[in-house]
Structure formats: structure tokens, C-alpha cells
């Protein structure tokens, strides 16, 4: 089967239901339930000191304070709510990239497993860590059809040499914890659990290392015998009450932050969101965060190249536009994801004394309540008008 379209996505998480959203729409989403904290806990466990964190903004910004907390399917769900149901293509995966000249212009040719060909004439990568799209920017056409198999532009993500556990803990009668985030740290180790309602935790262990078994009650068993054996009994009762379905664990990647600010993230009219672009050890809880980001200032990129070209792709001026997208969010990206590493550097210090004072002292002190503060950003508005309200002759609907 062969298709033509103006825009393919690829990936369904985040960045590329938000991605279709902001270019359909060019507006909002409902109003999801999203539960503020505006305190949190920082337990010493080897010391046994707690730390009372007010978190904040840099100018004590009113409704903005606090640390945001959604539950990832309610947020992918009233995404998806947003577009037409032919829009997504479920289980089609993304296999080869190609490029050729059409009419003048160059469009992007992608063959799926299944062995659907869908012509494009623009590309967003949203397909995550692993992301072909964004491998596919460092390869050098060389004729005839044929890609120079080596990466030229866009370093692979790199092992962090740290893991994570996550998952949501359910208590059918009632958590009984305030709305406040709590995190417990020990040497090597970072756990924490933050309410998403009153019967629902996220909880996460972050560590030094990449071992651990496969099956999540084994997870489990590791987390509560050796990992976290000594941690205070809230955390550990909230790890007993996880719903394994929701447990996974991960060998952290990251893109270096050089690779991000020198790399190649576009070509022509293809280029990368999320963490197909960006992928950050979760110590700053912004991945998603940064994707949202991400769409938001694609879409007012590519939303006003379609709008001043009276509603039509024009591909010399959309790939300006992605051009532009890129030096936008090149250097934040790269930001968010150094300040990411260094923050889990801190957090997952050992035992010396000093990396204790940098961790407490100064960590903990003065930045970590700030944190909602130091990575705001304003990304703009999305244009009024987007590919959802016109047809292709430039027309409103
Ligand atoms: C331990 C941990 C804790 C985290 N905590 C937080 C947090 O507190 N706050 C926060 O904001 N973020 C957090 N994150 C990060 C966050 O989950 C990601 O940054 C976010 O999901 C990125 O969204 P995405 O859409 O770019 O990628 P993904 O969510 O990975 O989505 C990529 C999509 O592309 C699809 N795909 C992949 N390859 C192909 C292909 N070849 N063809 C077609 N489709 C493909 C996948 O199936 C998937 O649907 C955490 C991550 C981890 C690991």
C-alpha cells in the first residue's frame, strides 16, 4: 500500500500526540486534573535528618508554584481526544527512510514492517530514545538510492551508568499522604513518591548501576530487600502497594549536551521532538515537560509558515521553519539536559563529606524548591489558525 500526506508523525507518546494536537489545532487541550505540590521532604536516610523543601518560582510566581504531577495515560488520552481517530495508525512500525525529488522538491519517503509506503512531504520524529528518524538526520545520501551507513551528524544517546525503577502504588482505601512530594537519599540512591490522587502514588528509585532482574515482582523484591531495605517505612509501604502491571525498569540514556548544541536535528523538512531529540536522565522530572515544549514551538513555527503561505506546505519555507524550531530549542534542550545529569550527579553522590555538603547543603538548600522556577519557560502562543481549520487551496473552513 502506498500513501501521500503533508505531515507524518512518528511515535504516539508525548511529543507526538502534542506535536499533532499543536499542528491540527493551534490551540489548547481540556482541562486536565493535574495535582500541584507545593512542598516536599528530603529524608537523610543514613543520617536520619529531614529537610522541609518549599518549592517556587524564581519570582514567587503565584499560580505557577509548585511541582505538577499527571498521570501519563490521562494526559495521552485527552491528547489522542483531541484528533480525528484516522489520524493515528496503531502498531505501524517505522523501518527505513528515504528521501527523493518530487516536482523540484525533495519529500520523504518512509516504509513501514508491515510494508506501507507513506510519501511526506514533511517528517517529525517523535519515536523516542531509540529514534530512527534522528539516526536517519546523520546519514549522507551518496546516489542512487543509497545512504552512507555511518553517523555523520547526530551523536547516538549515551548510558548514563544509572538505572530507574518507577511505578504507581494503588491504595484502594486511600493513601492518606498530603498533597507534598517526599524523596529519600542515601549513597548511590535517590527514591521518592509524589500523590497523583487520593488512592494513587508515583514512587521511583533512581541508583548507580544497571543491574536488575527482568520481572517486576522481582523488581520489587530487589527494591524492598536491597535497594531501598533501609529506607523509612512510608516509602517502602508505598513500593509494597505498587500495581506490578506499572512497574518498569530502566538503564538511563541521555544525548550529550554537545551532541545536541553541534548536531545535526533537521534536514530539509525532517526533523526530531522529544526524546527522540533530547533524551535526559529524569533527575530534573522534565522529559515530558521538554516535549510539551517542544511541540509547542514547532507548531508555532510550522503553523505561521502554513498561515503567511495562504494555508499551503511551501517546502523551502517549512524547512526554514523547522530550521528555525532547531536554534529555538537547541540550546534549552541541551540545558535542561546537562542540568539533568548534574542534578542526579549531586542527588546519587557518595559518602564523602563533601559531595554530603553539595547534596544538603547546597542542593537541597537552595536550588532544589527553586527547580519549578530554574527550568520554566515561556514558549510562546500557537498560531489562531493551523492545518486543522483549512482546506489545502489556503481556504478557511
Ligand atoms: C525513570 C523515568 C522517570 C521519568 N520521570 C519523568 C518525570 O517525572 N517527568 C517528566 O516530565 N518526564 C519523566 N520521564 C521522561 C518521560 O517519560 C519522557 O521524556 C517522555 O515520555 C518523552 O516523550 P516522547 O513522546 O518523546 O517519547 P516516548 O514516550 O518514548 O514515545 C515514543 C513513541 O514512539 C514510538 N516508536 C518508537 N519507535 C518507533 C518506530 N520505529 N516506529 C513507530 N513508532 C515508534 C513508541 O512506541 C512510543 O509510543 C521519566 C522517564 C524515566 C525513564
Given at each position: 500500500m502506498e500513501m501521500m500526506e503533508d505531515v507524518v508523525i512518528v511515535g504516539a507518546g508525548i511529543a507526538g500526540l502534542a506535536t499533532a494536537v499543536a499542528l491540527k489545532r493551534g490551540c489548547g487541550v481540556r482541562e486536565i486534573r493535574r495535582a500541584k505540590s507545593h512542598r516536599g521532604y528530603v529524608t537523610n536516610v543514613s543520617a536520619g535528618d529531614v529537610q522541609q523543601v518549599h518549592f517556587r518560582m524564581a519570582n514567587n510566581g503565584g499560580d505557577g508554584q509548585?511541582?505538577?504531577?499527571?498521570?501519563?495515560?490521562?494526559?495521552?488520552e485527552a491528547l489522542a481526544e483531541e484528533l480525528p481517530v484516522d489520524s493515528i495508525q496503531f502498531s505501524s512500525k517505522l523501518a527505513v527512510i528515504e528521501s527523493e525529488e518530487q516536482g523540484g522538491a525533495s519529500i520523504v519517503v518512509i516504509h513501514l514492517e508491515d510494508g506501507t509506503t507513506i510519501k511526506s512531504t514533511v517528517l517529525i520524529g517523535c519515536d523516542g530514545v531509540n529514534s530512527v528518524v534522528a539516526r536517519w538526520l546523520g546519514l549522507v545520501k551518496i546516489g542512487g538510492g543509497a545512504y552512507l551507513g555511518i553517523l555523520t551528524g547526530l551523536a547516538e544517546p549515551v548510558h548514563s551508568g544509572r538505572s530507574a525503577v518507577r511505578g504507581l502504588a494503588v491504595f484502594s482505601q486511600g493513601h492518606?499522604?498530603?498533597?507534598?512530594?517526599?524523596?529519600?537519599?542515601?549513597?548511590?540512591k535517590r527514591a521518592g513518591f509524589?500523590?497523583?490522587?487520593?488512592?494513587?502514588l508515583y514512587w521511583f528509585l533512581t541508583y548507580n548501576g544497571d543491574n536488575m532482574p527482568g520481572d517486576p515482582e522481582q523488581i520489587q523484591k530487589q527494591v524492598l530487600e536491597k535497594y531501598a531495605e533501609k529506607f523509612p517505612s512510608?516509602?517502602?509501604?508505598v513500593v509494597r502497594h505498587a500495581d506490578l502491571s506499572t512497574l518498569t525498569w530502566a538503564s538511563l540514556k541521555f544525548r550529550q549536551p554537545w551532541g545536541i548544541i553541534f548536531g545535526k536535528l533537521s534536514k530539509g523538512n525532517v526533523t526530531v521532538a522529544g526524546d527522540a531529540m533530547h533524551p535526559m536522565t529524569p533527575d530534573l522530572g522534565q522529559g515530558g515537560g521538554s516535549s510539551l515544549e517542544d511541540t509547542v514551538v514547532l507548531g508555532r513555527h510550522i503553523g505561521n509558515s502554513f498561515i503567511n503561505n495562504g494555508g499551503l506546505i511551501v517546502p523551502g519555507d517549512m524547512a526554514k521553519a523547522i530550521d528555525d524550531y532547531v536554534k529555538e530549542r537547541r540550546w534549552r534542550a541541551a540545558f535542561l539536559v546537562t542540568g539533568s545529569y548534574l542534578?542526579?550527579?549531586?542527588?546519587?553522590?557518595?559518602?564523602k563529606w563533601w559531595v554530603k555538603f553539595l547534596r544538603d547543603g547546597i542542593f537541597y538548600k537552595y536550588l532544589f524548591g527553586r527547580i519549578s522556577g530554574l527550568v520554566h519557560k515561556d514558549c510562546g502562543k500557537l498560531p489562531a489558525m493551523s492545518f486543522g481549520d483549512m482546506d489545502h487551496s489556503g481556504k478557511k473552513d
Open positions: 509548585g511541582i505538577r504531577t499527571v498521570h501519563r495515560k490521562v494526559l495521552l492518606g499522604f498530603k498533597q507534598e512530594v517526599h524523596q529519600f537519599v542515601d549513597a548511590g509524589v500523590p497523583l490522587n487520593d488512592r494513587e512510608s516509602y517502602l509501604d542534578a542526579g550527579w549531586v542527588q546519587l553522590g557518595g559518602d
